[in-house]
């Protein structure tokens, strides 16, 4: 489950700050209730790899998949 909730926006709150940040998993509310789609686990405009001359992650995965992280994310096993 999202630990965090902004407007119609949950999402798992990684580092406690309260916002919806580009490296947060995040479900979105289409109206039927929350879902899964394309920007819950893709940033559309990349994924900065942080730090001085930080480059964009050419996936666009908000979160490394290295281990499944990305899927383990929401789900356990």
């Given at each position: ?18 916002r ?40 666009f ?17």
């Open positions: 489950m999202p630990t965090a909730t902004r407007g119609n926006l949950k999402f798992f709150d990684i580092n406690g700050n309260g919806p940040d580009t490296r947060e998993v995040r479900v979105y509310d289409n109206g039927d209730g929350h879902e899964v789609e394309c920007a819950s686990c893709h940033d559309p405009h990349g994924v900065p790899t942080g730090g001085t001359g930080s480059a964009f992650l050419p996936t995965l908000r979160v490394a998949n290295t281990g499944s992280v990305l899927c383990m994310t929401c789900h356990t096993k």
